[in-house]
Each structure stands twice: as structure tokens, then as C-alpha cells.
């Protein structure tokens, strides 16, 4: 469980906020649920990960103002579609989007097959499309809203070990650009939070090793390591009226990688 968070920012208008995350169960994503939910908002999240998306409801219920856990696989746009319209239905009309779903399992271009491509489109991509296809209505009746797309640094380094995923995250930025335009003149923000290399715990037990360590130091101006809260505080700034007039821009959390 992340520590401190009472020591940071508090947003009033993000209090009784209805809120939208994908991917919430682990991770970033669960970051994100934490932190909306401390302050106050009204949260939503799906994930495939039932069994911790269930243990972090049941440890947020204790403090009250329970998020909603919908069991969702986000390549069923279907399914993503019901889990927007059960939300709206149980905590209002959706005026936070964060789409931070995604999967970066390593892969070479000789081993990635036509299906393994759409797959990862569809992981990665595709879903943060319908979503604020299908948030849009709500946003617009509300006046407004914020969007925010998630990206990563890897397109703009070019890593060279997971290819379809960097060219998914390239196209996010692509993605916010266009429907900021789209969306902007019904005063909804689409922007992209872009992370660096964030110390999840998967991250750390898959990919973490003495190489790793070593290419960090190397690479980020700051010292620390990138923890999932600090990619969630950002979030929290996107989504309050804080940060009215941002939109079509990237909002790179990287620690001086690029």
C-alpha cells in the first residue's frame, strides 16, 4: 500500500467526481483508484485481475466510499461499453477518463504474428478509442470533462524489444491529438500522461535486474526510482479543474529519461 498520500495536493473539485480507470486492479493502475478515491471521488475501475481488484476494494471499503470493481476484458469492446454505462448508472455521469490499461510483454518482429498484432492493438490501443467514444455523450450533458490517454516514453527512445507496443503508445499521442480537437469545443480535455519506467511490481519482478539498474542510473537526471504514485498525482492534476485549459499535450513523468 502506498504511504503518504494525505502529505499531497487535495483537488476540491475532484470530491464526489464520477471516475473511469481502466487496468485499476495492480499497478498504475491501482495507484490511480487509490488516489481518486482519497480524495473523495466517486471511482469506477475494470481490470482482468479480479482477485486483487477485489482486494483492494475491500481494503478501500474500510475507509468508506467503496469503489465500483467491474470484472472487464477490455479487447470485448462490448464489455467495455456495459462496464461505462453500469458505472454511470451507479456513481453518474463519467467526467474522469483514464484509460492506463495496457501490456508491454516483451517481443521481437521475426516472432509477431498478424494476430499477436491485433492482440496487441487491441491491449493497447483500441479500447482508449471506444472508451472516450462512449464517455463522450456523458462529458458533453456535464459541460465537460477530462480525458486522459495513456502513453509511454518507449516510442520516443525506441525500444527495440517490444515493437507492436511501441507503435500502439505512438499512436495514443496520435489519438489525443485528434479527438482533442474533436472534443474541445464541448469543453472536454483529452490529454496523454506519458510514464517512464515505473517500479510496479511487475516491472520489477519481470524486467528489474543489474542491467536495469544500471541503465537508470544512466539514463533519468533524477536519482529515485519511478513509483506508480507519481504517475497517479499527475493524473489527479489532468483531472481537476486545476488544469482547465491543458489539452492536446503529452505529460511526460519520466524522471529526466528523454
Excluded at 1 to 11: H, K, Q, R, T
Excluded at 46 to 55: C, H, L
Excluded at 175 to 203: D, S
Excluded at 229 to 249: G, K, P
Amino acid at each position: 500500500m502506498e504511504a503518504n498520500i494525505e502529505n499531497y495536493a487535495v483537488f476540491p473539485s475532484l470530491r464526489q467526481r464520477s471516475v473511469f480507470i481502466t487496468g485499476g486492479g495492480s499497478g498504475i493502475g491501482e495507484s490511480l483508484v487509490r488516489h481518486f478515491h482519497a480524495q473523495g471521488s466517486r471511482v469506477a475501475f475494470v481490470d482482468v485481475a479480479e482477485e486483487s481488484s477485489r482486494q483492494l476494494v475491500a481494503e478501500l471499503a474500510a475507509e468508506g466510499n467503496a469503489p465500483l470493481f467491474i470484472p472487464c476484458d477490455l479487447r470485448e469492446i462490448s464489455q467495455l461499453q456495459a462496464a461505462i454505462e453500469q458505472a454511470k448508472q451507479a456513481n453518474g455521469p463519467i467526467q474522469v477518463l483514464c484509460n492506463n490499461a495496457g501490456n508491454d510483454d516483451r517481443h521481437r518482429t521475426a516472432e509477431v504474428t498478424p494476430a499477436y498484432w491485433d492482440d496487441r492493438m487491441a491491449v493497447n490501443l483500441k479500447h482508449q478509442f471506444f472508451a472516450a467514444q462512449a464517455v463522450r455523450p456523458q462529458m458533453r450533458d456535464l459541460g465537460g470533462g477530462s480525458i486522459i490517454n495513456f502513453g509511454s516514453i518507449t516510442w520516443m527512445v525506441g525500444d527495440p524489444d517490444c515493437p507492436a507496443y511501441v507503435t500502439a503508445k505512438a499512436a495514443v499521442y496520435g489519438m489525443t491529438r485528434a479527438l482533442a480537437r474533436e472534443f474541445g469545443p464541448e469543453r472536454i480535455r483529452v490529454n496523454c500522461m506519458v510514464p517512464g519506467w515505473v517500479m510496479t511490481q511487475r516491472q520489477m519482478r519481470l524486467w528489474l535486474d543489474p542491467a536495469g539498474e544500471r541503465q537508470i542510473g544512466e539514463r533519468q537526471c533524477l536519482p529515485d526510482r519511478l513509483q506508480p504514485e507519481d504517475i497517479a498525482r499527475m493524473a489527479l492534476f489532468l483531472a481537476a479543474d486545476d488544469s482547465r485549459m491543458c489539452s492536446s499535450q503529452q505529460f511526460i513523468v519520466d524522471g529526466g529519461w528523454v
